[in-house]
Structure formats: C-alpha cells, structure tokens
C-alpha cells in the first residue's frame, strides 16, 4: 500500500503543471526560517522525469532565492530582535566580508539566518540576492547531481526497508 503511495506521489510531482509548482513551494519554505529540505522533492521530481532535469534546478533556485530575500526582509526590519546580538563575531564577519557572505546561504542550519542577518546588516539588497542565487543554485546543481548517480537498487531497498519499518509500526 505505502508503495503505491509513494509511486502516486512520485507520478504526480513529475507532471509539469503540479510538479514544478511543488518545487517551488517547497523550496521556497524550505528557505525560511522552518526546518524543511527541499532536495528530496527536487530529486523525485527529477527522477520520475529526466527531462525535468533543468527546470527543477532553476524552479527550486528561484524559491529558494526568493525564500532568502523573505528572510533578508525579515532581518532588515528586525533591529531590535537583534540588538544585544550586536557585539557577536557573526556580525563583525558579515560587516567585514558583505554581501559575499550570502555565498554561504545554502549551508545548512546557518544559511538561512545567515540571510536574516544580512538585511539586519542591511547589506546591498541586489548583490545579495545575486551571491544568494548562485550559492542555491550550485547546491542545488550538485546535491540533486550526486543523488542521481546513487544505483536505483538503493533507492528500492531504502523503499522497502521504510516499507517494512512502517508496517512494523502499524
């Protein structure tokens, strides 16, 4: 049953018109400050279309960006959130290095502060933007590339291993 699913799932983000607007939404929220990862649905999307390689690289960039500059926004408007954080090395580095630093906003757990607080810095919106859109965009390029490379038989074993796992739960 949970194959079927899964398989259901996969069929329905490979159609072009639901697929890439997932992609989107996932990778947008998945930039904000909520704890989401947005590569697993890249790659299902990817992965049940092939085709889809490029579109879903450059769709997940564009939310993931625009999730960033979110979160940029949010950091320009929260001075006083931030206040006593003045004096850490955190804004030094970012004060010192600009908006190259934005380069670092696909790391996780860091990048997405890391944007927050340089709209905080008020750092040049364009510019970073710009580091953030190329620092996405290779993350994207390269995780999505490196999973498609792991065998197909990994990915059926990893399927029926939480397969199994789940009906031991239930």
């Not at 799932?9 to 989107?24: E, I, Q, R």
């Not at 390029?141 to 490379?149: N, V």
């Not at 065998?151 to 291993?161: A, C, I, T, Y």
């Amino acid at each position: 049953m949970i194959e079927s699913a899964v398989l259901w799932l996969l069929k329905l983000l490979a159609a072009p018109a639901v697929g890439l607007s997932s992609v989107f939404v996932i990778a947008f929220i998945s930039a904000t400050l909520l704890p989401l990862g947005s590569e697993p649905a890249v790659f299902a999307v990817i992965k049940a279309n092939p085709g889809m390689f490029w579109p879903a690289i450059l769709v997940a960039t564009l939310g993931n960006t625009l999730g960033g500059a979110l979160d940029y926004f949010i950091g320009y408007r929260a001075k006083v959130a931030f206040a006593k954080e003045r004096k850490s090395r955190w804004f030094a580095w970012l004060a010192r290095y600009g908006a190259k630093t934005m380069l670092l906003s696909w790391v996780p757990g860091i990048g997405d502060p890391l944007c927050t607080l340089g709209g905080w810095l008020h750092l040049p919106f364009w510019p970073s933007l710009g580091y953030m859109a190329i620092g996405k965009f290779a993350r994207y390029l390269t995780m999505t590339t490196a999973l498609l490379y792991v065998p197909d038989s990994f990915w059926k074993g990893l399927g029926e291993s939480l397969s199994n796992f789940w009906h031991m739960l239930f």
